[in-house]
C-alpha cells in the first residue's frame, strides 16, 4: 500500500534548539497534514496544507507542502519541554477518498 | 461535548470474544473514519462512511472487522472472534463534508486481547 517515509524517526531536544523533520512519498498528494501525539490520547492536528508550495505557521511551528507534492515538512523553532511528543505527517489524494495515510512518526525526547 | 468521544477507553477481552467501540463525532460532522494504529506505528485506514453510508471499508482486515453508522451519527466497530493480533488502539476521526476537510481524532481505544 501507499506509505510515507518520516524522519528521522527519533530525536532529542534541549530546550531553545530548532527542530525539523520532513516527510517523502512517491506518490502525489492533494492534502499534507501534520499531528502531533501524546501518550494515551489521539493525534491533534497542528497543521493543515492544501497547495503545492505552500507555507504556513502555527506559532513556532511551520509547515511546507513541497512543490512536487511529494513530500511536506515541518519545523519547531524555539522548542520547549512541552514539545516532547510523537509527530505524524499524514496525506490524502481529497475527493472522495477521505483516508488518511500516516507516516511511521517521529519521537521528540528531551536530551538528558 | 465539543471533540470526538470514543468508548470504552481500554478494553480487555478473552480471545474469542466479541467487542463492541463507540465513536461519537463531533456534531454535525458529515464524515466519519476508524483507523487501527499498532503500537510504535502510525494509524492506519480501516473504513469511512459519509452520514450512514459506508462509503470504503477497503482498510478492514478481515470479515470479523464490521462497522455501521445506522442514523448518520454514532458509529460502532465490532470485531468478531478476536485473535490477539486485534490487539491495537482503535481510533475514530470526523469532519465535515469534503475530502480535504481536516480530521479531528478521538483518545482510541486501546483493545488487549489475552
Known amino acids: 500500500g501507499q506509505q510515507l517515509n518520516q524522519s528521522p524517526q527519533s530525536m532529542f531536544i534541549q530546550e531553545g534548539e530548532d527542530v525539523s523533520m520532513n516527510c517523502t512519498s512517491s506518490?502525489?498528494?492533494?492534502?499534507w497534514l501534520w499531528y502531533k501525539q501524546d501518550p494515551g490520547e489521539g493525534p491533534v492536528l497542528l497543521i493543515a496544507?492544501?497547495?503545492?508550495?505552500e507555507l504556513t505557521s502555527n506559532g513556532r511551528l511551520t509547515a511546507q507542502f513541497g512543490i512536487t507534492r511529494k513530500d511536506s515538512f515541518l519545523n519547531i523553532s524555539a522548542s520547549i519541554p512541552s514539545d516532547v511528543g510523537i509527530y505524524f505527517c499524514?496525506?490524502?489524494?481529497?475527493?472522495?477518498?477521505?483516508?488518511?495515510?500516516f507516516g511511521k512518526g517521529t519521537k521528540l525526547s528531551v536530551k538528558p | 461535548g465539543a471533540g470526538v468521544s470514543q468508548s470504552p477507553r481500554y478494553k480487555v477481552a478473552k480471545r474469542g470474544q466479541d467487542v463492541a467501540l463507540r465513536c461519537d463525532p463531533i456534531?454535525?460532522?458529515?464524515?466519519l473514519f476508524w483507523y487501527q494504529q499498532a503500537l510504535g506505528q502510525g494509524p492506519e485506514f480501516l473504513t469511512y462512511?459519509?452520514?450512514?453510508?459506508?462509503?470504503?471499508k477497503s482498510g478492514l482486515p478481515s470479515d470479523r472487522f464490521f462497522a455501521e453508522r445506522p442514523e448518520g451519527s454514532v458509529s460502532t466497530l465490532k470485531i468478531q472472534r478476536t485473535q490477539q493480533e486485534d490487539s491495537a488502539v482503535y481510533l475514530c476521526?470526523?469532519?465535515?463534508?469534503?475530502?480535504?476537510?481536516?480530521?479531528?481524532f478521538g483518545d482510541g481505544t486501546r483493545l488487549s486481547i489475552l
Open positions: 476521526a470526523s469532519s465535515s463534508l469534503g475530502g480535504n476537510q481536516p480530521q479531528h
Open positions: 506518490s502525489i498528494f492533494n492534502t
Open positions: 496544507l492544501y497547495k503545492a508550495g
Open positions: 499524514a496525506a490524502n489524494y481529497g475527493g472522495s477518498q477521505g483516508n488518511l495515510i
Open positions: 456534531s454535525g460532522h458529515v464524515s
Open positions: 462512511f459519509q452520514n450512514e453510508a459506508q462509503l470504503d
